[in-house]
């Protein structure tokens, strides 16, 4: 009976893969998989974590349990780091901070690590060996929330502006009570039930402040297995000290969070993705509509990547007529595409086309696609451009390359943005017209003004991945963005731009500090998004800030320029503006504006000033 039934299985599927197109294809693709593809390794790039934490200090506040942490991270980087339990501080973190003889405030670190964990196993240890009570237990957690919020207050007010990051608490699970604690601990929550919400906890006092991020050991440690991360020899039930290993996972977890947030490496802005056996299987001009079986996994995958500000485009190299039916097949997910590049034209073609016009590097592009031949042609004819194969997007997901760090506004809606720039542009191109005269017809409204707190994480995405329009390219972190903000001699002046199609976004950053007793501004960082390139946007900003000098008896506006190869267009801005050349040499430059003795331009009578948010 069993051979008679296997041998109807044969028939059954050898007559579909025969009738059912999409069924063949779908069978086809998969017998074409030999193996899963290996996971993308998430190791650290200790060489370029080096170079881009160089010089950073970290300070780690907790027990021994962070030994072996703190060691690893010290032993693969030139970064300075300091544990309390190690020179005899406070495991407290509220205690350390308010002690002012403290190391820490000699330290002064660039990143401090938070672990309560020393307190918070004696709350385990009662659980465990004790009756316990819903109304205890809710003191605790109050008490465990009020010392992480109290500890990063301490620490901003003591001007620390940089990454605070909260270890969860580390834990094999062993209830004492069995597999059915959550019922047979009648009067209180269960271990389950309270390391649960110790966790909720920690993630609840980091989004209360701005850049308080947390090291979620059990995610961490899921991958591998908490008994080969967590020490055996001395567990004693209520609390253990990670192994080496457990520290290495750890520690590689600790550096990507630094790394997002410093924004280390190169950062992708636009996902390329082909079609036939990538996003779908099967062959489209072959098999059909009927005959292709969407990825949906992978089309999901794309979404949630979109949703952190990622734009997404098709590159096929296919008949230019099948749009249509990719739209079919796409259904719901052909909307999260800005650009779809479908032509006989080679891959490199179409990404070269992209990056035109989208306005961004080859370097800020990863490219998806299942035949080797086309990814390593890109990779030889076009080295900045990452590639991976389509198994790989789910990893996208936790590689930091894809990681934006914090989402702002604009970057949820810049899908939208580019959308409704590749409209302007079609508009543009088949404009009668000047170029003076498309700009008048468009509509343009400015809002400049000095940055408000809700302002600055906005203003440090931009600066860190603007590369064109930008006079300086000095890469200011958060902290110091933060600091300029307080500054009696700094400003910070922003830009948000409307017209006809839709907003901009915050797309303009000057920011401004005071020399010669407050006769000079010198702009230290002056840029702005390339989707405003050719509007005037800069040339009207810098009238502005001009004017505003000019009412505080400022003497003399300095621009600063260091050259690269892709922002000539700012030196340019400084020169048409009158400015005039004082210091050069091949790559840095400044240009002097006397407001005393020249006429200050006029704005462009094509854009509206406004002194709120429309």
Known sequence: MRNFGQFRRIIKYSWLFIKDSKF??????????????????????????KKGLDGKKLFFIGGCDLSFLKEYVQQNLTSKCLLTFEYGGSSNPLLEVKDEQSELWSFCPDVVILSHNMQIRNYIKELQLHPVTYQDQDVQLQEIKNTFSETIKAL??????????????????????GAFEYHSNTTGYSLI????????????????????????????????????????????????????????CLGDALLQILQVYYKIGKKIKCIAVDLDNTLWAGIIRDDG?????????????????????????????????????????????????????????????????????????LDSIAFFDDDPFNLDQVRHILPGVSTYSPDEL????????????????????????????????????????SKEDFLKSIDMKLWIREAAERDLSRVTDLIGRTNQLNATITRFQKPEIINFHKSKAHKIYVVNVWDKYGEYGLSGVA?????????????????????????????????????EAKKVGVKRLVGQYKKTDRNATMKRIFEE??????????????????LDAQQIPDFSEWVKLLKSAP
């Open 394 to 433: 789910l990893d996208a997901l936790h590689l930091p390359e894809f990681d934006p760090g914090v989402i702002t506004d604009e970057s949820r809606k810049r899908g939208l943005m580019y959308q409704q720039q590749k409209i302007r542009k079609d508009e543009e191109t088949g404009f009668q017209g």
């Open 156 to 177: 901003r007010q003591k001007e620390i502006t940089g990454p605070i990051v909260l270890l969860t608490f580390p834990l094999v699970y062993r209830p004492t009570l």
């Open 511 to 547: 920011i401004i500090e005071e020399n010669d007793g407050g006769n000079e501004w010198v702009l230290i960082s002056f840029l702005f998004s390339c989707r405003v390139m050719g509007k005037t946007i800069e040339q009207n900003t810098l009238a502005f800030i001009q004017r």
């Open 577 to 594: 503006a009158k400015f005039h050349e004082k210091n050069s040499d091949d790559d840095f430059q400044e240009w002097i504006f006397d």
């Open 289 to 361: 509509v009927a005959g292709i079986t969407l990825f949906a996994n992978r089309a999901r995958y794309l979404q949630m990547l979109q949703r952190r500000g990622i734009i997404l485009t098709i590159v096929s190299k296919n008949d230019p007529n099948i749009e249509p039916l990719v739209d079919e097949v796409l259904g719901e997910f052909g909307k999260i595409f800005t650009l779809k590049k479908i032509s006989w034209n080679n891959k490199v073609d179409s990404l070269q086309e992209i990056a035109t016009e989208l306005n961004i590097g």
């Open 193 to 248: 039930e309270f390391l649960a919400k110790l966790q909720l906890i920690v993630y609840d006092v980091a989004k209360t402040f701005d850049d308080v991020f947390v090291l979620n050991i059990d995610r961490v440690f899921a991958n591998e297995g908490n008994t080969q991360m967590l020490r055996r020899f001395d567990a004693i039930g209520w609390y253990d000290h990670p192994t080496r290993k457990g520290a290495k």
């Open 24 to 49: 063949r294809s779908r069978t086809l693709y998969m017998w074409g998989k030999t193996s899963d593809t290996e996971t993308k390794s998430q190791t650290a790039d200790y060489e370029q974590l």
